[in-house]
């Protein structure tokens, strides 16, 4: 049976680490669009984190202007009383009342708009106290996938570069016509696996039944034989 002959186990342990290898491959392509996707995921949480204290800014800032405009008109309020100790006539005594009166009700709302702004800043800073916790512990897990990724990026290089030695080593002790056939194979079959066990005279790679000849000439020819669905090399496990 082709499948205990020597010179096929080797072929069939180079089939094995020439998928290992393309596994490996395959993995480190997809590596970068996962650093990405966490990349993303942590500018996404940065921006969380942004958004909170550029609120908190906003609201500082709209404090500070209503501070300032509460010294202002408490200033102007006790400029114009003086005013009015200085006045001889009535007309402008009450000119100057009516004016106070005014700009205290201008003051009383400021203040009450002030104190609002007081609660909503008191209510950002625990937002974005609450963000940079929670957020920042989320970053730093994120951080700590995306280096994993890194290393295995490294770690796959070097068991790519190991594989591929061993492979060449494998080549070099298996029969030149099994090894050339193998080779042919491998740029006809689109995917692995590139030599397949039938089962049920189904070729396991296809998944397809072979004809009663492919069958003949594996089970009882003994011969490097090809799937005729799909051109893989196929042999009967014992």
Do not use: W
Not at 3 to 21: A, P, Q, T, V
Request: glycine share 2%; proline share 2%.
């Amino acid at each position: 049976m082709l499948s205990n002959n020597i010179e096929f186990k080797k072929l069939l342990l180079l089939h094995g680490k020439d998928r290992r290898k393309l596994s490996m491959e395959s993995e480190l392509k997809n590596l970068p669009d996962s650093i990405k996707i966490i990349d993303s995921k942590i500018e996404i949480e940065n921006a969380t984190i942004e958004s909170a204290s550029s609120e908190l800014r906003e609201v500082e800032l709209l404090s500070n202007s209503l501070e300032k405009e509460i010294h202002s008109l408490t200033d102007l309020i006790d400029r114009q009383k003086n005013k009015q100790l200085e006045v001889k006539k009535n007309e402008e005594y009450q000119a100057l009342e009516n004016e106070i009166i005014n700009l205290n009700a201008k003051l009383s709302s400021k203040e009450d708009e002030h104190i609002e702004t007081l609660l909503k800043l008191d209510d950002a800073k625990e937002t974005v106290s609450i963000a940079e916790s929670k957020i920042s512990e989320r970053v730093k897990l994120l951080e700590v996938d995306k280096n994993k990724l890194y290393e295995r990026s490294s770690k796959l290089k070097t068991e790519i570069e190991q594989i591929e030695i061993d492979i060449r080593e494998v080549e070099l002790e298996i029969d030149q016509n099994l090894l050339n056939g193998y080779k042919k194979t491998k740029k006809v079959v689109s995917r692995p696996p590139y030599v397949a066990p039938l089962e049920d005279q189904k070729c396991s790679g296809c998944n397809l039944r072979v004809s009663n000849d492919i069958s003949s000439s594996v089970l009882v020819e003994q011969k490097l034989t090809h799937c005729d669905q799909c051109g893989r090399i196929v042999y009967f496990e014992r």
